[in-house]
């Protein structure tokens, strides 16, 4: 019982003082907590020691205070670690991006929707995960990317911080969310991080209004990447999708806009449906990564559309909006087409479900009581159904899975 008591001192006293640490080592001998000899791990130690020696409690009664650093509030090398990881291999970080582009190692980038398509795209080591606005065109099957809301965008959002682990995860700002003023923007941007779970954010445009937008969302304390050449929230303007830089007077426009993107502290910038000699010219001129989409090979990294590259779609209205400057890395919407005729045939034919896929067994005396039941009620057919079953299911063999019994 003393032991007990002993250790419920103990680890209230430690818990009036973990929102305060200086008072806990001030009270445990330390007179300058903020200057002490060591680091922060050895004064740990050294506060954890003092503790199991007061209360002369063993190692296994009294957690020892060491323990906190697997806390994921805890920084390790530096200031504020967040709630993430900061190892390369388990979350991506700007500090990641901005040494790959120094040593002009090359950004991967490629959109995800849902919790299946984080997962691929986290699993493949793709640097950035991108829930794009144009989830309107290849998941709601809108003509446009204009029809999407930041509801829309946050049911994503929050589908995707679920399935990546490692990628940084960026949230479009959609049309409409961000244009009526800055503090619009950033209420906006704020939510895709809080409620979305986003580590970045990215828009659209590089007038004057959309640079105010951008540096207001990073003095807020939120990452932005710019975006301009064909900005598809901006159609109604453009004409249609149309290549931007194609004569002298776009491309200085588009690299002017880059310049104030950069200016207003985006991280990066994406170019889209440039010519090539525009964007290489743009990527020289920035201190900052871009990522081209339908902009030649000379950018700092690369974006595609997780539907496109996968080929996922076959129906016409998706060949339609795929974009030309998108090559298939794959044919998966030929294999699901497939498989689901393949399924539909099975079932139809009666091959589907087979004994090797109907797990749920009951033994026989068991059936034997239950038809008894449904006899007693009056329920000839539905007994008669039960045998055949049973007697169909001890011809066929052993379910493929076995399941313990209840």
């Known amino acids: 019982m003393n032991c007990l008591s002993n250790f419920r001192r103990s680890t209230s006293c430690m818990a009036r003082h973990l929102i305060c640490p200086s008072s806990l080592l001030l009270r445990h001998g330390f007179t300058d907590p903020w200057q002490p000899k060591g680091s922060w791990i050895t004064m740990l130690k050294r506060v954890s020691h003092r503790f199991h020696k007061n209360y002369k409690s063993g190692p296994s009664s009294l957690p020892r205070l060491l323990d906190v650093r697997g806390m994921s509030n805890l920084p390790e090398k530096v200031v504020y670690g967040g709630p993430k990881s900061q190892s390369p291999w388990k979350r991506i970080t700007l500090n990641h991006l901005a040494t790959k582009y120094h040593k002009g190692e090359p950004i991967t980038m490629v959109t995800a929707y849902d919790y299946p398509s984080a997962v691929h795209v986290d699993n493949a080591g793709i640097d950035i995960c991108l829930v794009g606005d144009s989830v309107g065109m290849v998941v709601h099957g809108h003509d446009t990317t204009l029809p999407v809301t930041l509801d829309d965008m946050l049911l994503h959002c929050r589908a995707v ?4 682990s490692r990628s940084l995860l960026v949230g479009d700002l959609p049309f409409g969310s961000y244009e009526e003023s800055k503090e619009q923007a950033v209420a906006s941007a ?11 954010i990215k828009l659209e445009g590089g007038t004057r209004s959309r640079v105010i937008a ?9 990452a932005v990447i710019g975006h301009v ?15 931007q830089g194609r004569n002298a007077a776009s491309a200085t426009k588009v690299l002017e806009s880059a310049l104030a993107l950069q200016d207003a502290g985006c991280f990066a910038v994406v170019l889209e449906c440039v010519p090539s000699p525009v964007a290489a010219a743009i990527t020289s001129s920035l201190q900052i990564p871009t990522i081209g989409i339908g902009a030649g090979p000379n950018c700092s990294g690369q974006v595609l559309v997780y539907h496109d ?20 890395y794959g044919n998966i919407g030929i294999a699901i087409n497939e498989a689901l005729c393949k399924y539909r045939e099975d079932v139809v ?7 090797a896929h109907t797990p749920y067994r009951i033994d026989q005396s068991s059936v034997e009581t239950f038809i008894s039941e449904l006899s007693k009620r009056g329920l000839g057919k539905a007994a008669q159904a039960a045998a055949a079953a049973a007697e169909n299911d001890n011809k066929s063999g052993e379910p493929r899975i076995s399941t313990l019994p209840d």
Not at 190 to 198: A, D, I, Q, V
Not at 229 to 240: E, F, K, R, W
């Open 161 to 164: 911080s679920r399935g990546a």
């Open 190 to 200: 704020t939510r895709l991080l809080k409620e979305g779970g986003m580590d970045a």
């Open 214 to 222: 951008a540096r207001s969302i990073v003095e807020a304390g939120i």
């Open 229 to 243: 050449g064909l900005t598809p929230q901006a159609i109604s303007v453009l004409g249609g999708f149309r290549p």
């Open 309 to 328: 590259l996968l080929q996922m779609t076959q129906h016409p209205h998706h060949a339609q909006v795929t974009p030309k400057f998108c090559k298939a």
């Open 349 to 355: 034919s009666q091959k589907f479900p087979s004994a």
